[in-house]
């Protein structure tokens, strides 16, 4: 990686600004219901106060507030869970930028500030100079360590670096060094796992990766399009009419590079999706049926074919893991590559909460803290929070 990190910086006595992604879910009650954005900054957040650092001033969004105070969206909830798993004292101040914000994080007497919800501006998301210059005014060094909002060009995570010298946290120098290594050198085989809903959003991956991978193995919605295009019959199965060219091109493409598309050979079908509804095992679907994962037949086809990975990038669910019997495929495929001796790679969002799910999270060689980002980063494109930052 040629960008500078934490690590290159001198921080002694110094005042730290880091961008951090605390956009934790929330309870009505507004109990944090998953931390693991609050635990995946830690190492860098001591890092930072072991090296001396006067102050650390921690900055995040949290939700849609598109732009004004939303009380529900207050980061105040995450300073308190922030100081429970730091063992630390942590000051929340209500607001982000002004003077007032700059002479209470002179006065107070902790090291760690957070500060109030970055989206409670619409500067923000506008990447207004202004507000960036405010931000860049609180300190004298810029981390960032929110891979999850390193493919938005906010005042947070390129603004800033017009006016800071910007260095990456070691959350974003992992993120960075995992996906980079499967786009450029992965260990070969080298099979890509994509699931979810949509052609439409795994397009970019697969045109970036085919020529890359050995094999592309395809589950979830975006799989039936893929069969209809084929001239399979999928019933009443998630399809996007409007991408059939679009998938009958990718499967022309991957004969032309000869590589290989696997889509499911089987099926588990219902007539409503919803819990408890009756599923039947097919390989032809009945018009009347939904397909809402993939069958046992598939499930062993694809461990077959995974079973010499070298290096597996997984992004997206093989069926609708939310439901419990209709997780058995992302479940099963996931345990499976849990007993390979391969780099495990797994795309932040839907992916993540299914590893997470099934209680997998630690046998994966990475998961991806970003959805959107890890997305972008896998397609190939320029992230304007990890461009930003200094070169080494």
């Given at each position: 990686?040629?960008?500078?990190?934490?690590?290159?910086?001198?921080?002694?006595?110094?005042?730290?600004?880091?961008?951090?992604?605390?956009?934790?879910?929330?309870?009505?009650?507004?109990?944090?219901?998953?931390?693991?954005?609050?635990?995946?900054?830690?190492?860098?957040?001591?890092?930072?106060?072991?090296?001396?650092?006067?102050?650390?001033?921690?900055?995040?969004?949290?939700?849609?507030?598109?732009?004004?105070?939303?009380?529900?969206?207050?980061?105040?909830?995450?300073?308190l869970?922030?100081?429970?798993?730091?063992?630390?004292?942590?000051?929340?101040?209500?607001?982000?930028?002004?003077?007032?914000?700059?002479?209470?994080?002179?006065?107070?007497?902790?090291?760690?500030?957070?500060?109030?919800?970055?989206?409670?501006?619409?500067?923000?998301?506008?990447?207004?100079?202004?507000?960036?210059?405010?931000?860049?005014?609180?300190?004298?060094?810029?981390?960032?360590d929110?891979f999850?909002?390193?493919?938005r060009?906010?005042?947070?995570?390129?603004?800033?670096?017009h006016?800071?010298?910007?260095?990456?946290?070691?959350?974003?120098?992992?993120?960075?060094?995992?996906?980079?290594?499967?786009?450029?050198?992965?260990?070969?085989?080298?099979?890509?796992?994509?699931?979810?809903?949509?052609?439409?959003?795994?397009?970019?991956?697969?045109e970036?990766?085919?020529?890359?991978?050995?094999?592309?193995?395809?589950?979830?919605?975006?799989?039936?399009?893929?069969?209809?295009?084929?001239?399979?019959?999928?019933?009443?199965?998630?399809?996007?009419?409007?991408?059939?060219?679009?998938?009958?091109?990718?499967?022309?493409?991957?004969?032309?590079?000869n590589?290989?598309?696997?889509?499911?050979?089987?099926?588990?079908?219902?007539?409503?999706?919803?819990?408890?509804?009756?599923?039947?095992?097919?390989?032809?679907?009945?018009?009347?049926?939904?397909?809402v994962?993939?069958?046992?037949?598939?499930?062993?086809?694809?461990?077959?074919?995974?079973?010499?990975?070298?290096?597996?990038?997984?992004?997206?669910?093989?069926?609708?893991?939310?439901?419990?019997?209709?997780?058995?495929?992302?479940?099963?495929?996931?345990?499976?590559?849990?007993?390979?001796?391969?780099?495990?790679?797994?795309?932040?969002?839907?992916?993540?909460?299914?590893?997470?799910?099934?209680?997998?999270?630690?046998?994966?060689?990475?998961?991806?803290?970003?959805?959107?980002?890890?997305?972008?980063?896998?397609?190939?494109?320029?992230?304007?929070?990890?461009?930003?930052?200094?070169?080494?």
């Amino acid at each position: 990686m040629n960008k500078m990190t934490v690590r290159d910086v001198d921080l002694t006595n110094k005042k730290v600004l880091m961008r951090v992604d605390f956009n934790v879910p929330m309870d009505e009650n507004l109990g944090i219901t998953d931390d693991t954005r609050i635990r995946a900054t830690l190492p860098t957040i001591k890092y930072i106060l072991q090296g001396g650092a006067k102050k650390l001033i921690l900055i995040s969004h949290l939700g849609r507030p598109d732009g004004k105070v939303v009380a529900r969206y207050s980061l105040k909830p995450v300073a308190l869970r922030l100081k429970e798993l730091l063992g630390e004292p942590v000051c929340f101040l209500n607001d982000c930028i002004g003077d007032d914000i700059k002479r209470e994080i002179d006065t107070v007497s902790e090291r760690v500030i957070l500060l109030e919800n970055l989206r409670f501006y619409p500067e923000e998301e506008a990447n207004d100079l202004n507000f960036s210059k405010q931000l860049a005014e609180l300190a004298e060094v810029f981390v960032n360590d929110a891979f999850g909002t390193a493919h938005r060009a906010h005042a947070s995570t390129e603004g800033v670096a017009h006016y800071l010298k910007a260095v990456a946290g070691f959350l974003l120098e992992k993120e960075i060094q995992y996906l980079d290594t499967a786009i450029k050198n992965a260990a070969k085989p080298f099979y890509v796992i994509l699931g979810g809903a949509k052609v439409s959003d795994k397009i970019g991956i697969i045109e970036n990766l085919l020529p890359k991978c050995d094999s592309i193995l395809i589950g979830g919605g975006m799989a039936y399009t893929f069969l209809k295009a084929k001239g399979e019959s999928i019933g009443n199965s998630k399809l996007e009419k409007d991408k059939l060219d679009l998938a009958r091109d990718v499967l022309g493409k991957a004969e032309k590079l000869n590589k290989e598309i696997l889509l499911p050979v089987d099926h588990i079908v219902v007539e409503k999706i919803e819990p408890g509804a009756k599923i039947e095992v097919v390989e032809e679907i009945p018009d009347s049926k939904i397909a809402v994962d993939i069958g046992p037949k598939t499930i062993n086809l694809f461990k077959e074919r995974l079973k010499d990975a070298k290096t597996i990038v997984w992004n997206g669910p093989l069926g609708i893991f939310e439901i419990e019997s209709f997780s058995k495929g992302t479940e099963q495929v996931a345990q499976f590559i849990t007993t390979l001796k391969a780099t495990t790679i797994i795309g932040g969002g839907d992916t993540a909460s299914a590893i997470a799910k099934f209680g997998l999270e630690e046998k994966m060689t990475h998961i991806s803290t970003g959805g959107g980002a890890s997305l972008e980063f896998l397609e190939g494109k320029v992230l304007p929070g990890i461009a930003s930052l200094a070169d080494k």
